[in-house]
């Protein structure tokens, strides 16, 4: 068996502002790669809702390769976007903006949204299917495997996969990234 791939740099440097600012949750290396892979076939601007430290941006960002493509991100926390700034410091094609994530409504379409914030009814299908233009992505991850259906987690229907698996307006998928992990991709019609 082999190693690992190396991490981009980019992502090393995500990590280690994330230590420093003692913060556990991030991304994982498995949809990082998911999402690295994903931002090299986008063009325009992509987004992200939910930076905390910026290693999914950095995941993102390793991908893009495109002098156009455009990288917004929004976190509430202050703090936490304040630490993914830093990472960013000097690339013009990274915005970090320490909001909630609806203030980034006037910037949309995007061509890849990564929905990665803390409040399932704020990503909830209706919220934001309108801010990706048609064969946009939408990625949302987190999500334990399930292999019923209904999708059942932690004992109760997983409403929101379930909304996201079967809107009319989106092909979408559920993707397992670890044995313990999965995400779901949506494109827009």
């Known amino acids: 068996m082999s190693a690992p791939p190396e991490l981009p740099e980019i992502v090393r440097r995500a990590f280690d502002v994330s230590r420093r600012a003692g913060y556990a949750s991030f991304c994982r290396n498995e949809t990082g790669r998911l999402l690295a892979t994903l931002a090299a076939t986008r ?19 390793s991908g893009v390769r495109s002098d156009d493509v455009r990288l917004v991100t929004a976190e509430l926390n202050a703090k936490l976007a304040d630490a993914a700034a830093e990472i960013f410091d000097g690339d013009d094609q990274v915005e970090v903006i320490g909001a909630d994530w ?13 929905v990665d914030a803390g409040d399932p009814a704020g990503v909830r299908v209706d919220a934001i299917a309108d801010l990706v233009g048609p064969g946009g992505i939408v990625v ?3 999500f334990v ?5 209904p999708p059942i987690t932690g004992g109760r229907v997983d409403y929101l996969r379930e909304e996201w ?5 989106f092909t979408a998928a559920e993707v397992m990234v670890a044995p313990d992990a999965s995400a779901v991709l949506a494109t827009r019609r």
């Open 140 to 142: 949302l991850d987190d």
């Open 102 to 114: 609806s203030t980034l409504r006037d910037r949309a379409p995007f061509s890849l949204l990564f």
């Open 145 to 149: 495997p399930c292999e019923s259906w």
């Open 165 to 169: 698996l079967t809107d009319e307006r």
């Open 43 to 61: 063009t325009g601007t992509m987004a992200e809702f939910g930076t905390g430290t910026g290693v999914g941006t950095a995941w993102l960002r």
